[in-house]
């Protein structure tokens, strides 16, 4: 009986260890709202992307991408292009590479069962924005950054059930 119970409990802990290991070296959001809050991406003037939300999948995000034509206006070598990506929920992206007093445009969407509040923070003004997912369409911010920062954030209580897009870009 000895021997059967040193084999099941060494199984269990080479079980463990692995599961430990590999939720460690996952791209999934943490656990804790506030954490996923707190945390910035960083975004420079190549496409990024932050993860999509932990029950979302990418699978709804990419209802948003296409509302926004990601595919084909990132292909296209837009000139005006400044970043783009999807935000987990609640999350935020930052790009400190935008110098004060640029005129941007901010594209966002989202798709699934629910609403998302988008934030655009260009320096230290705010606009926010309510969107229903359920209705596909986009929604756009135009404005001149204040400071040398652009945050977009994303925030919904129905974070499981929503995916999210945004799109930034010059205005010429």
């Known amino acids: 009986m000895d021997r059967f119970t040193r084999r099941i ?91 004060s007093g640029t005129a941007l445009r901010v594209e966002v969407a989202c798709a699934g069962e629910g609403t998302v509040t988008f934030t655009v923070v260009p320096g230290a003004a705010r606009t926010a924005e309510r969107v229903d997912c359920t209705q596909p369409m986009a929604h756009g911010f135009d404005f001149t950054t204040a400071g040398p920062s652009l945050a977009i954030q994303a925030d919904s209580r129905d974070e499981d059930r929503v995916g999210t897009a945004y799109l930034v870009s010059r205005i010429s």
């Open 9 to 99: 409990g060494s199984a269990l802990t080479a079980v463990a260890l692995i599961t430990g290991m590999a939720s460690a070296c996952s791209d999934s959001p943490p656990a804790s709202k506030a954490s996923q809050s707190e945390t910035a991406a960083g975004s420079t003037a190549a496409p990024t992307a932050q993860p999509p939300s932990q029950f979302g999948g990418e699978q709804l995000n990419e209802e948003p991408r296409d509302l926004l034509n990601m595919a084909d206006r990132l292909d296209s070598d837009e000139e005006d292009f400044v970043s783009s990506g999807s935000l987990a929920v609640p999350g935020q992206n930052l790009d400190e590479t935008i110098k």
